[in-house]
């Protein structure tokens, strides 16, 4: 038997190109000329190519229909087993919470648009605060001190100045030793300027 | 007469789809792979329990990872590697547990039924010819000659070049052709 040559090594381990013929266009340049020439690597193509032939037909066992009917859903039930299942209901979830999100902003951004007159007034004090825009000051005073008081009925002021006042002499009354060192330093400046029935009121104090 | 769709488009069709969160696309990509994967499967085990159950956990990691596929290799590439992975997995663990010749990894199913003929006999010669193969080897037997993979896919699912996945087929016959005897 003749030696195996140099050219018959490569050859032969280009043969699985040729024996399962899966693209002639890659079968390297030579190879079917050698096999024509040598009756070596001739044989070992025929064997090979047998051995193919033989290893083709082992088919694997068709399983029954009813095997295929129940694959998909055996695994459907290990998915959700796993906890796995239902993407497209865990895609409905992310949804719901990005709509909650959504709303949650609009909700937010509807409220800052109608903040309410003393929130923007406090605002507007904290930016003169701030330094930021002095002339904000004007803007919040008109807002947080109104020229009428909506929670005091007009002409009200006097009738409270008065009831105050007397409630003041019944306390003098009651508690004549009470002094405190501002009530008594002012009672003291106003008997030794004035009598008490001629104090002229304060114009500035109303 | 509307051309036949290119199964690696539809395949990525699918997973986009999937990915897009329709679930019943999922069920079409098992519908048109789970015969294969079953098959490969069946090949690389010797039997349909082992199979079975090969082939489902192959499509839960399929379910697992689908929303990371990118398409670099094909559905088809992918789901190969995956079973075969599973397959060492699974041999390595019965290894552990049972220290086995390969051969005695893959039993017949009806083994006292394949001795009444001959072409049964000659089968399971086969059979377990390809499972004493070296793993590489005989993956890629498998993969070319019952999968009818090209090459190029068996390349890719091996991760190697086309010529090391060609050298591999044909050790892969020598050694058989040795073991069966010619």
Same mark, same amino acid.
């Given at each position: 038997m003749a030696m195996m040559s140099t050219k018959c090594t490569e050859?032969?381990?280009e043969l699985a190109w040729l024996i399962v013929e899966e693209d002639r266009t890659g079968t390297p340049l030579g190879i079917s000329e050698h096999l024509l020439e040598c009756p070596r690597c001739a044989l070992e193509a025929q064997r090979l190519r047998a051995l193919v032939g033989r290893l083709s037909p082992g088919a694997v066992p068709e399983p029954p229909a009813a095997y295929w009917q129940s694959f998909t859903p055996?695994?459907?039930?290990?998915?959700?087993?796993?906890?796995?299942?239902g993407r497209a209901r865990t895609g409905w979830i992310w949804a719901m919470a990005g709509a909650a999100a959504s709303f949650l902003l609009a909700a937010l951004a509807v409220g800052r648009w109608e903040t309410p007159p003393e929130t923007r007034a406090r605002l507007h004090l904290e930016q003169v605060a701030q330094g930021l825009d002095p002339d904000s000051l004007q803007v919040a005073l008109d807002t947080l001190l109104p020229e009428t008081d909506?929670?005091?009925?007009?002409?009200?002021?006097?009738?409270?100045?008065?009831e105050a006042a007397d409630m003041a002499q019944?306390?003098?009354?009651?508690?004549?030793?009470?002094e405190s060192g501002f009530?008594?330093?002012a009672r003291e400046s106003a008997t030794t300027q004035e009598p008490r029935g001629t104090q002229s009121p304060d114009p500035g104090w109303v | 007469m509307t051309p036949t769709p290119d199964p690696n488009q539809?395949?990525?069709?699918?997973?986009?789809? =999937?990915?897009?969160?329709?679930?019943?696309? =999922?069920?079409?990509l098992v519908e048109a792979h789970r015969r294969e994967i079953y098959r490969l499967a069946y090949r690389l085990l010797g039997n349909h329990a082992d199979a079975d159950d090969l082939a489902q956990e192959a499509f839960l990691r399929?379910?697992?990872?689908l929303g990371r596929f990118r398409g670099e290799a094909s559905f088809r590439t992918w789901t190969t590697r995956i079973v075969l992975n599973l397959v060492t997995d699974r041999r390595r663990e019965l290894a552990s547990h049972r220290p086995s010749s390969l051969e005695d990894l893959a039993p017949a199913e009806h083994p006292s039924e394949a001795g009444k003929q001959d072409g049964f006999i000659q089968a399971e010669i086969l059979r377990r010819a390809v499972g004493s193969l070296p793993k590489r080897q005989r993956e890629t037997l498998i993969l070319r000659v019952f999968q009818e993979m090209k090459f190029h896919e068996i390349a890719a699912v091996m991760g190697c070049t086309v010529g090391t996945a060609k050298a591999n =087929? =044909? /050790?892969?016959?020598?050694?058989?052709? /040795?073991?069966?005897?010619?």
């Open positions: 050859m032969q381990r055996r695994l459907r039930i290990k998915l959700a087993a796993q906890g796995m299942a909506p929670g005091v009925p007009a002409g009200s002021k006097d009738e409270t100045t008065a019944a306390l003098e009354e009651v508690l004549p030793e009470y009530n008594g330093a | 539809r395949d990525l069709e699918l997973v986009r789809r =999937f990915q897009a969160g329709e679930e019943g696309a =999922f069920d079409q399929v379910y697992r990872s =087929f =044909f /050790h892969a016959l020598r050694g058989l052709k /040795h073991r069966v005897g010619s």
